[in-house]
């Protein structure tokens, strides 16, 4: 098994000792990729205590042998996956003890499974790989950085282009475009610009408004590289200034510079989130801000650890973590910046999102 992969499933067989697991089924398909290389949509991983086998059909099979060579492959051929769980459970051994994933799991597919094996205890477990993927070894971190290069190359285009009159739909759709075109295989979520009140809605879906002078104009982008996820918001307006965009747009600045100051491994996301929020509520802005202040990034745009005023669990050195203080105001619309960091036991390691924060774009004609 490649060294990489190998690391990962034998921290994985430990818990499984911990936990006296005989085996343990791998559904989510982040994490099937994290363990074995495999980057179908089809598949189920098995680890017992000394084998490996990746579960697919016939459209993987190929595949599956390239990309997880050490893992022995299991054909399954014109049948669900419950419907060979009495012969495959019998090629494994015969385990009393096998745990799933049950985040990952619906309460349907375990009776099944708990119906074509009688004999054995499915013990849930919870997290166990994402744990390990909260913490990015050398290699997740250079396809994270190129997203985030990708993703900042893209702010910079858009920004280049953004004029009075276009749509936001247009907007989103250059960015698109770029990205695709220069590094990305693909975006990593579908692209946000929100324009004037638009951008008072978090998650807003760029539509036919057409962008105004003076208006705040919400971005938030992202490219996908080798698997791997950047995550990367700025704010701007266009022509001029206005006093209330200046002020607001300052909170929020200061907000995220307090969180990537205040930052380091070993605080609580509750902790962290404070830090910027703090700011945000002394302005009189707390109710505005009504999102947590950032979540982990990798195989999947939203993954542990998170950073938010419910998040409990301490943030691990070598964590991605994105920081995206915001304040919205039905009516008037949003500001929002946003950009992705790698947490260290003294604080932040590096800041992986370099794109200008400087929020003012210059008049220029339609």
């Known amino acids: 098994m490649a060294a990489l992969h190998l690391r990962r499933v034998e921290a994985l067989r430990r818990r499984m000792v911990e936990a006296n697991l005989d085996a343990l089924f791998i559904t989510a398909l982040?994490?099937?990729?994290?363990?074995?290389?495999?980057?179908?949509?089809?598949?189920?991983l098995c680890l017992t205590r000394q084998g490996a086998w990746i579960l697919t059909d016939f459209r993987y099979w190929e595949q599956a042998a390239r990309q997880a060579p050490d893992f022995t492959l299991y054909r399954l051929q014109n049948r669900r996956f419950s419907q060979i769980l009495p012969e495959f459970w019998k090629e494994i051994g015969s385990p009393r003890r096998v745990g799933f994933e049950s985040a990952h799991v619906t309460v349907d597919q375990w009776l099944t499974?708990?119906?074509?094996?009688?004999?054995?205890?499915?013990?849930?477990?919870?997290d166990w790989v994402e744990a390990l993927r909260a913490v990015k070894d050398a290699e997740e971190l250079a396809r994270i950085r190129e997203a985030a290069r990708v993703a900042d190359a893209t702010m910079a285009y858009l920004r280049r282009r953004l004029r009075p009159g276009m749509t936001e739909r247009e907007a989103a759709w250059l960015a698109e475009q770029y990205l695709r075109t220069h590094g990305g295989e693909d975006v990593a979520f579908d692209i946000i610009v929100a324009s004037g009140p638009n951008g008072a809605m978090a998650h807003h879906r760029p539509g036919d408004r057409r962008l105004r002078a003076g208006e705040p104009i919400v971005v938030d982008l992202g490219a996908r590289v080798d698997g791997y996820h950047s995550d990367l918001t700025r704010t701007f307006v266009l022509g001029r200034m206005p006093r209330r965009f200046r002020e607001v747009y300052a909170v929020v600045l200061r907000a995220q510079e307090a969180a990537l100051r205040g930052m380091r491994a070993g605080m609580t996301g509750k902790e962290i989130d404070a830090l910027a929020r703090s700011v945000i509520e002394a302005a009189g802005y707390g109710e505005a801000f009504g999102h947590g202040l950032g979540h982990g990034i990798g195989l999947e745009i939203h993954e542990k650890p998170a950073a938010g005023p419910i998040a409990e669990d301490p943030v691990p050195a070598g964590a991605v973590l994105t920081v995206e203080p915001g304040i919205y105001l039905s009516g008037w619309g949003g500001?929002?910046?946003?950009?992705?960091?790698?947490?260290?036991?003294e604080g932040?390691?590096?800041?992986?999102?370099?794109a200008s924060r400087d929020p003012l774009i210059p008049a220029r004609s339609a």
């Open 30 to 44: 982040p994490n099937v990729r994290y363990l074995s290389g495999f980057t179908g949509s089809a598949a189920v």
């Open 113 to 126: 499974w708990k119906e074509a094996v009688p004999e054995v205890e499915w013990v849930p477990v919870k």
């Open 335 to 345: 500001v929002r910046i946003e950009d992705m960091v790698v947490v260290g036991e």
């Open 348 to 354: 932040v390691r590096e800041i992986l999102t370099q």
